[in-house]
């Protein structure tokens, strides 16, 4: 990091993993992208919204090893969980929904909803056994829906085996959720090579962003057996 381009609260900054250090071009970046745009040109600022949300998506998609066009962005990683949560089309027999003892509280939160339409969670324990894909066996069961991984777990820093995870998921049919918010920025991530169902993330934590800029990933042949019950515009 160069520290000249950022805003230090101290001498050293040890707290990215809750939310970057403040860029120096922060301000001045959203009063160009955001506000200036708003008051000169009022109801006509779309176009030019519009446009700063594609620059974003192409700005991060190498970030996250993905295309631009499969990266919707979102208010939250909850969001975007339970968009893909509501999104699943109902499969016989499919009423398990695994992740495990150490994903961060949001995705357990998110996915407790997942009750309230018939679903059951299931909890792997935590701890260095979730670098081991056969630790992962009980995801890949003809009762699962949904395993949800993430890439790099917070408070232990153990890095799920995120391809062999989403290959292993293909093979057996169940959807796979990868959460890349604490990798993002920090180790390499391939969504495409790696090919899970969905990814959710943030730019907070080592983005060096704020609240408010999230992202769902959603890989295109997946995308299409989904509907969605949380529609609205380019956010949704």
């Known amino acids: ?25 922060m301000g001045a970046a959203l009063a160009r992208g955001f506000a200036e745009p708003w008051r000169k040109a009022g109801a006509g600022v779309w176009d030019v919204w519009l446009e700063t949300e594609a ?8 970030l996250i090893g ?3 066009h499969d990266i919707c962005l979102q208010s939250n990683v909850s969001s975007g969980i ?18 495990s003892e150490d ?41 699962v829906q949904l395993v949800v991984a993430t890439r790099v777990y917070s408070n232990s820093s153990v890095l799920a085996p995120a391809g062999e995870i989403a290959r292993r998921a293909r093979a057996a049919g169940v959807f796979s959720l990868l959460d890349v918010a604490q990798a993002a920025g920090t180790v390499p991530v ?12 943030t730019s907070l934590k080592y983005l060096c962003g704020g609240p408010g800029a999230a992202f769902l990933w959603v890989r295109g042949d997946t995308a299409a057996q989904c509907a969605p019950m949380d529609v609205g515009w380019f956010s949704q």
């Open 55 to 62: 620059r974003a998506r192409a700005g991060l998609a190498p």
């Open 190 to 201: 391939r969504l495409n090579e790696w090919a899970p169902d969905f990814a959710v993330g």
């Open 82 to 99: 339970s968009k893909i949560l509501f999104s699943l089309p109902e499969r016989t027999g499919r009423t398990k929904i695994v992740l």
């Open 1 to 25: 990091m160069d520290r000249d381009k950022f805003h230090l609260p101290g001498k050293h900054y040890f707290l990215s993993h809750s939310v970057g250090a403040q860029p120096k071009t």
């Open 103 to 143: 994903d961060f509280p949001t995705v357990g939160f998110a996915l407790a909803q997942a009750r309230r339409i018939g679903y059951e969670l299931v909890f792997l324990p935590g701890g260095v056994r979730l670098a081991d894909p056969d630790a992962w066996a009980p995801a890949f069961e003809d009762d």
């Open 66 to 68: 993905a295309d631009a």
